[in-house]
């Protein structure tokens, strides 16, 4: 148990930036889906299409992008890299699905057991906030600065996000 432990310290220290940029987006966009479908009254069958797609393509054309990013940069500056782009990638796509699955849990549980029918949207809203305190919290001990400004900036960021997809979906529900 150690060991994983360190390991896992060990990962987020080496890749904090690839963590904090997948986890964010990955959260971000997953539940920037789920406002807008509710925002819409639409289906929350379609908070599942659209987020398990999204968080698995999303995360991959981000991972993708960090790698390509990551060798361009390392080839015109000629540095010795402390990175490999692959490793680099693989921290992106693996925590933003990871993370980015959270706001989803609320809608795999009601469609797979049945419980939280109607109320998915609130619940997801908590765990989306409990995953912002998460990964602000992680940046903020990493980066010793100040946990609460840490949480608060990523709690900050994300809820915009989510209330601009609402309001666009809220909108936008009498097109569909």
């Known amino acids: ?25 990955g959260t971000v966009t997953t539940f920037a889906i789920i406002a807008g479908v509710a925002g819409a009254s639409l289906s929350p069958a379609i ?3 659209l987020g398990i797609s999204n968080v698995l393509a999303d995360g991959f ?22 990175h490999s782009p692959f490793n680099t990638a693989l921290a992106t796509f ?14 795999i549980v009601s469609a797979v057991f049945g419980v939280w029918d109607g109320n998915e949207f609130i619940i997801s809203i908590i765990f989306t906030s409990l995953a912002f305190i998460f990964v602000g919290r992680i940046r903020g001990k990493i980066t010793n600065t100040n ?20 309001f666009v979906g809220y909108f936008l529900r009498g097109l569909v």
């Open 147 to 166: 946990p609460i400004e840490s949480i608060f900036e990523t709690l900050f960021i994300g809820g915009v996000a989510a209330t601009v997809a609402y």
């Open 47 to 49: 908070v599942l299409v």
């Open 61 to 82: 054309s981000m991972a993708s992008g960090n790698y390509l990013s990551e060798k361009s940069h390392q080839s015109q500056s000629g540095i010795i890299p402390t």
């Open 94 to 107: 693996t925590s933003f699905v990871i993370i980015g699955c959270i706001p989803l849990i609320a809608y």
């Open 1 to 25: 148990m150690i060991f994983v432990m360190n390991s896992i310290r060990n990962f987020l220290h080496n890749y904090l930036p690839e963590f904090v940029y997948g986890a964010l987006d």
